[in-house]
């Protein structure tokens, strides 16, 4: 991935934390920095998926879905019986496989 540079101003006591906290972990400060987004970013996605599990007419159909299957009472359908005639996205069809 391409990189960017980003000047930030730090306390001068938390500058010299991170400096210490990233040798001693033997990181570059620039690698503390990345861990720390990527955790953020991590979270903020779960926190997205979370909104959707908490709709409650999302969370009542997955489970209706789920008893579904844990009986057996599942009837399966084509892409065609769910979809149409719709050609399938490239991804789904098993030609060069």
């Known amino acids: 991935m391409q990189k960017t540079r980003v000047n930030i101003s730090l306390d001068k006591d938390l500058a010299e934390f991170a400096k210490a906290f990233a040798a001693e972990n033997r990181l570059t400060v620039a690698d503390l920095f990345t861990q720390y987004l990527l955790g953020l970013k991590r979270r903020s996605a779960e926190n997205e998926s979370n909104g959707i599990l908490a709709d409650p007419a999302f ?3 997955l489970e209706e879905v789920r008893a579904k299957l844990r009986a057996g009472n599942i009837e399966w359908s084509s892409y065609g019986e769910v979809f ?3 050609k399938k996205p490239e991804h789904e069809t098993s ?3």
């Open 95 to 97: 030609e060069g496989a």
């Open 59 to 61: 969370r009542q159909a």
């Open 84 to 86: 149409g005639k719709r």
